[in-house]
């Protein structure tokens, strides 16, 4: 899952990346509002984690170009301003939820974990193919009841081939999913995870589409 974070506190935002990618997500982090719009005119983002307060162009201005071109991704308020109107403004130009500063690190994980969740239609947190389960929360796989291990982007790798059962990835689907603008896989690297989650999960378990991507089944 690829998130895109626009905050210009530099140690609030260097602690969120942090934070974030250490729960398995790839992330973008933009300090003004200006590189926000651009970024999310240019990528693809899973979710928008926003600033209100943010030069050049404020968090509101960002939200409502957002919404203006019909992007329909979650996004999800950071800001210090706890008055009860700024939330219903945010909420009412399309915010999907709202966190007031000083931030709680789990519980921006489970907002996040919820906004895509919501996002994905689903009421479970669990995911499940076969005897195969996920849970995001915990950051635990089973297989058959057994705790299997996952590297942090074999997690992730999994996951988004989970949440997107009976639909064929990219190879750029997949790595936009693990990978933010500073990271610079092997060219290979897709697939050594791939193999290494058929060794852990079954030979079957992620199908190859030649031309076109990769593939869970929907059981």
Same mark, same amino acid.
């Given at each position: 899952?690829?998130i895109?974070?626009a905050?210009d506190?530099?140690h609030?935002?260097?602690?969120?990346t942090? @934070?974030? $990618?250490?729960d398995?997500? *790839?992330?973008d982090?933009?300090?003004?509002g200006?590189?926000?719009d651009? *970024?999310?005119?240019?990528e693809s983002?899973d979710?928008?984690?926003l600033?209100?307060g943010?030069?050049?162009?404020?968090?509101?201005e960002v939200? @409502?170009?957002?919404?203006g071109?019909g992007?329909?991704l979650?996004v999800?308020?950071?800001?210090?301003r706890d008055?009860?109107?700024?939330?219903?403004a945010?909420?009412?130009?399309?915010?999907?939820d709202?966190v007031?500063k000083?931030?709680?690190?789990d519980e921006l994980?489970?907002?996040?974990?919820?906004?895509?969740?919501?996002?994905?239609? $689903?009421?479970t947190?669990l995911?499940q193919h076969g005897e195969i389960e996920?849970?995001? *929360?915990?950051h635990?796989v089973?297989l058959? @009841?057994?705790?299997?291990e996952?590297a942090?982007r074999?997690f992730s790798l999994l996951q988004?081939?989970?949440?997107n059962?009976?639909?064929a990835?990219t190879?750029a689907?997949?790595?936009?999913?693990?990978?933010?603008?500073r990271d610079?896989?092997?060219?290979?690297?897709?697939?050594?995870?791939i193999?290494?989650?058929?060794?852990k999960?079954? *030979?079957?378990v992620?199908?190859t589409?030649? /031309?076109v /991507?990769?593939?869970?089944?929907?059981?």
């Amino acid at each position: 899952m690829r998130i895109l974070l626009a905050e210009d506190d530099p140690h609030l935002g260097d602690g969120l990346t942090v @934070g974030l $990618r250490q729960d398995g997500y *790839a992330v973008d982090w933009v300090k003004d509002g200006v590189a926000a719009d651009l *970024a999310l005119k240019t990528e693809s983002y899973d979710l928008l984690v926003l600033d209100l307060g943010l030069p050049r162009l404020t968090g509101m201005e960002v939200l @409502g170009r957002l919404r203006g071109r019909g992007q329909t991704l979650p996004v999800l308020i950071l800001t210090a301003r706890d008055a009860s109107g700024d939330k219903i403004a945010g909420l009412d130009s399309g915010a999907d939820d709202y966190v007031v500063k000083p931030i709680d690190l789990d519980e921006l994980a489970a907002r996040v974990r919820a906004l895509a969740r919501r996002s994905a239609g $689903r009421a479970t947190p669990l995911l499940q193919h076969g005897e195969i389960e996920l849970d995001p *929360a915990a950051h635990r796989v089973t297989l058959s @009841g057994v705790p299997v291990e996952l590297a942090t982007r074999e997690f992730s790798l999994l996951q988004a081939l989970m949440q997107n059962a009976g639909r064929a990835m990219t190879r750029a689907q997949l790595e936009a999913s693990l990978y933010g603008w500073r990271d610079e896989p092997d060219s290979n690297a897709l697939e050594v995870h791939i193999h290494h989650l058929r060794k852990k999960l079954g *030979a079957n378990v992620i199908k190859t589409l030649r /031309g076109v /991507g990769y593939l869970i089944s929907k059981s």
